[in-house]
């Protein structure tokens, strides 16, 4: 079973448009990350929410806005995308604060 | 926050060798992990130190941790090809829900 799973796997599309990433856990854990991996490895925290409650909003572009249904599900909406945008987004949860976090496979978001 | 810079940046060795990679931090943590990324997939979370241990084991891996130099190191003893991939240290601050900013990680090879 897969515990943290992200759709969609790939993305394209073109500059300008909207588009939203989804991320459920499936571990029972109370936190969940968005993270963005630009193309020189670096990992980036964007948010964290805690029962759906937004604990950490870093700076990043309101274009992008999370939404958390439940403590299960974190995903991102995008707008307006742009070339910038382009990189590898990752999901994460972890059981409270300072645990070890689980992982999604990623999204890998390419802006044409 | 605190972020962890490894190092090296990059690190070629033969099947059987050991491979040992550094992380330093700035500030004060509550635990500092281990994380390792293949190609193509999500972090995957290998062990969690905590700020009152100095070593610990898992298997093939030995981390280290020297609070004094703020500084843990990992250690992989009879590396297999199938250790390939990058590594990244997390250092988590004694401070809740402080975001945690993932370094560049090493980058290993292990060549049959």
């Known amino acids: 079973d897969t515990a943290v799973s992200q759709t969609p796997k790939y993305l394209v599309t073109q500059m300008g448009n909207d588009k939203s990433i989804k991320c459920e856990q499936n571990?029972?854990?109370?936190?969940m990350y968005w993270y963005k991996q630009d193309s020189k490895k670096f990992l980036k925290i964007m948010f964290s929410y805690n029962n759906k409650e937004l604990i950490i909003n870093e700076t990043v572009p309101n274009r992008f806005s999370p939404k958390s249904p439940d403590k299960a599900h974190l995903n991102l909406h995008i707008n307006s995308l742009e070339l910038g945008d382009s990189a590898v987004y990752f999901c994460?949860?972890?059981?409270?604060?300072?645990?070890?976090?689980?992982f999604g496979d990623g999204t890998r978001l390419s802006i044409l | 926050s605190q972020q962890g810079e490894e190092d090296p940046q990059a690190l070629s060795i033969q099947e059987g060798e050991n491979a040992t990679m550094n992380c330093s931090y700035k500030?004060?943590?509550?635990?500092l992990q281990w994380y390792r990324q293949n190609s193509g997939r999500g972090l995957v979370h290998l062990i969690l130190?905590?700020?009152?241990?100095r070593e610990k084991h898992s298997g093939r891996l030995r981390v280290t941790l020297d609070t004094s130099k703020k500084s843990s190191s990992l250690l992989i003893t009879a590396s297999r090809a199938a250790d390939t991939a990058s590594y990244f240290c997390?250092?988590?601050?004694?401070?809740?829900?402080?975001?945690?900013?993932f370094g560049p990680g090493t980058s290993l090879s292990v060549i049959p």
């Open positions: 997390a250092p988590i601050s004694e401070t809740s829900y402080d975001k945690v900013i």
């Open positions: 994460a949860s972890s059981q409270g604060d300072n645990q070890p976090q689980h």
């Open positions: 130190i905590r700020s009152n241990e």
């Open positions: 500030t004060s943590i509550n635990n």
């Open positions: 571990l029972g854990h109370d936190t």
